[in-house]
């Protein structure tokens, strides 16, 4: 199975800050990375497909970058509703597999 | 709108077997462009891809279950079927279908959620 961990396991950070989460595979992946935005008792919301694209609907504050091994998701200026957990997750082989997570807290 | 909502047991004893359906809308589930998915969350924990199925009846799944598990599909109800057969508390969680689209192979509809305990 190819390993995704993410980095921090958490942050705190205050409303117009700039975010960035990294994840890491285990093995290169090329570009098959997706995030993943989850709040309490919710399901997961895709925010980026592809490493880089961004998913209808969601706010161009939300960026991603990466290929290989190291990929970034990037929140430009953090919002009220940008409080969550954030995944990344692999797409490149079978099984799929969820980093850790991320969780965005209010400093 | 594509929705898609989970339904089954809430509990289910020890060496029991865990079922439940995913009744789809706003889209049908013979598409040929999308796979439909498990994915389950332990209670504080992340997440887990169980497996998924295309309405070809293809199929796959996560080494880590193959042997316990079977996802189906039921085109005449638009719905898919997860199947854990011997199940540990281990196996308590939240447990989300969703739709995986072929573009990018992104999970892009979810079900809320069912949660699945374990225990006698």
């Known amino acids: 199975d190819i390993e995704m961990t993410q980095s921090p396991s958490s942050l705190s950070a205050s409303i117009g800050d700039r975010v960035t989460i990294t994840c890491r595979a285990s093995q290169s992946i090329s570009s098959h990375v997706n995030w993943y935005q989850q709040k309490p008792g919710k399901a997961p919301k895709v925010l980026i497909f592809g490493a880089s694209s961004l998913q209808s609907g969601v706010p161009s504050r939300f960026s991603g970058s990466g290929s290989g091994t190291d990929f970034t998701l990037t929140i430009s200026s953090l919002q009220p509703e940008d409080f969550a957990t954030y995944y990344c997750?692999?797409?490149?082989?079978?099984?799929?597999?969820f980093g850790q997570g991320t969780k965005v807290e209010i400093k | 709108q594509v929705q898609l909502q989970e339904s089954g047991p809430g509990l289910v004893k020890p060496s029991g077997t865990l079922s439940l359906t995913c009744a789809v809308s706003g889209d049908s589930i013979s598409s040929s462009f999308n796979w439909w998915t498990w994915v389950r969350q332990p209670p504080g924990k992340g997440l887990q891809w169980i497996g998924e199925?295309?309405?070809?009846?293809?199929?796959n799944y996560n080494p880590s279950l193959t042997s316990r598990v079977t996802i189906s599909v039921h085109k005449s109800k638009n719905q898919f079927s997860l199947r854990l057969t011997s199940v540990t508390a281990a196996d308590s969680a939240v447990y989300f279908c969703?739709?995986?689209?072929?573009?990018?192979?992104?999970?892009?509809?979810w079900g809320q959620g069912t949660l699945v305990i374990v225990s006698s």
């Open positions: 997750q692999q797409r490149y082989s079978i099984p799929y597999t």
């Open positions: 969703a739709r995986k689209t072929s573009s990018a192979s992104r999970f892009d509809y």
């Open positions: 199925i295309h309405q070809s009846g293809n199929t």
